[in-house]
Nanobody, 118 residues
Framework: QVQLVESGGGLVQAGGSLRLSCAAS????????MGWHRQCPGKPRELVAY???????NYLDSVKGRFTISRDNAKNTVYLQMNVLQAEDTAVYYC????????????WGQGTQVTVSS
């Protein structure tokens, strides 16, 4: 059974930082491309940060230079370090896994709320 469990969300003031974690089980984590997505109120879900199984990263333009995605294959965990948070970053953040031979982003976590107060 595949499980992705996010943690680390919360309420923070603008300019502050949060670190999200996503612990994976039931998958070969080292083979998975991992992504952090978010859904802002009234907007469609969007991919914020991506890290390939080989460690290559890519970011949404609006978070470049502020967010950093990383992974620890020994812990089956992917992280999202978010700095200089802005009110526009308020959203539910979801971790997702993209595995070889499976539909893209076939597995999702339950989401964690990030609220940035201005």
């Amino acid at each position: 059974q595949v499980q992705l469990v996010e943690s680390g969300g919360g309420l923070v003031q603008a300019g502050g930082s949060l670190r999200l974690s996503c612990a994976a089980s039931g998958i070969i984590f080292s083979a998975a491309n991992m992504g952090w997505h978010r859904q802002c109120p009234g907007k469609p879900r969007e991919l914020v940060a991506y890290i390939s199984h080989g460690g290559e990263t890519n970011y949404l333009d609006s978070v470049k230079g502020r967010f950093t995605i990383s992974r620890d294959n020994a812990k089956n965990t992917v992280y999202l370090q978010m700095n200089v948070l802005q009110a526009e970053d308020t959203a539910v953040y979801y971790c997702a896994a993209d595995l070889p031979g499976r539909p893209t982003w076939d597995y999702w976590g339950q989401g964690t709320q990030v609220t940035v107060s201005s």
